[in-house]
């Protein structure tokens, strides 16, 4: 097993409860886990050592929530809707279309470029979804696709009804057929709980046939209008309710005092101009909250978690740190990845090592300067991410 120590850290932020922010700091890498972090100065010895320049160094992004499986481009449809036409949830249809038309490959190719291009940004944990097959043989190919480029993986057939199909049919394809035919390849199962998709009553059923297969729960909900999602979602014990733009109070109160970690979709808040979740809220009630990116072609399409934290600080009155936070260690909570041995979202000794370098002094940066791509490296697992050059080559110590 061969050893790195990495130097030249101007600020590492941990996340870890003991730990914190340690400035001038070093951090030991070996088999692909943390084996020793602390001042500089205090560094052990190590087959290689790698100078970062006294940047930054910090987590890996923890993506909760993405739809990366897709064919097609609705560069028309944001168009329009910046021109003043209103988003609503039946708009998936042109991306099943294209969806179900691709080949496997241009389906793979498509999922495969936006997953490097969320680890050239510091992106070392990714969930992507199904949902733009809305039958069984897309549904199924989406689910093998996405096990190949993701880390988790979730199904989502029910997102809408497709056309040319009786509702109550549709029903029992998901919790039946479809379920089976994408089990081996998935994790979770989530339900668009929402107006034009799923009301309460059906996705319950969805997501009791899901925890029957044995996978965990997740719920889009109150994206676009107040319902009955988050109540669900925190009876249920989902691991997450996503989006959260109308909350109650009643909604604020549960989540604060359930388990459901309250996934917050920034950017696309932003890209289909819906209030943005209330953030500051939800903290000050107790809740916990993540942060995604929502990568999808229809409303939110980005693989940037930095500008998901800079909104976060700009807009919606969260600290640097809290919204760092929210986009590892509250995100991998959303996962179940935040304590134990596979745990990520922070950097701890024998923790998995995934961490990102910042050409920068600190993290405040992440906001302080929105909109520049700050990162210039990423570690997966103690590997290198392909990506920007501006880091030294590993060398003898």
Known sequence: MTATV????????????????LHDAALVVEDGRVAWLGARGSAPDADARVDLGDRAVLPGWVDTHSHLVFAGDRAAEFEARMAGRAYEAGGIGVTVAATRAASELELERGAARL??????????????????????????????????????VTFLGAHVVPA???????????????????RPHVQWIDVFCERGAFDVE????????????????RVHAAQLGPGGGVALAVELGAASADHCNFLSDTDIDALAGGSTVATLLPACDLSTRMPLAPARALLDAGATIALATNCNPGSSYTTSMAFCVATAVLQQGL????????????????????TGPDAVGSIRVGGRADFQLLDAPSLVHLAYRPGV????????????????PGVAAEGRA
Do not use: H
């Open 115 to 152: 997953r490097a291009e969320a680890a050239r940004q510091g992106t070392t944990f990714l969930e992507t979804k199904t949902g733009y097959g809305l039958d069984l043989a897309t549904e199924e190919r989406s689910a093998r696709i996405a096990a190949g480029i993701a880390d988790t």
């Open 373 to 388: 791509p700050l990162t210039v490296a990423t570690w997966r697992a103690g590997a290198r991410e392909p990506g920007a």
């Open 6 to 21: 990495y130097t030249g850290i101007a600020e590492l932020s941990t996340l870890d409860d003991e730990l914190g922010r």
């Open 164 to 182: 040319g199909i009786d509702r109550r049919d549709y029903l029992d394809l998901v919790t039946g057929p479809m379920l089976a035919a994408v």
């Open 319 to 338: 600290s640097v740190d809290e919204a760092v936070l929210a986009a590892t260690r509250g995100a991998a909570r959303a996962v179940g990845r935040e």
């Open 202 to 217: 059906e996705s319950r059923e969805v997501l009791l046939a899901g925890r029957a297969a044995g996978l965990g729960l």
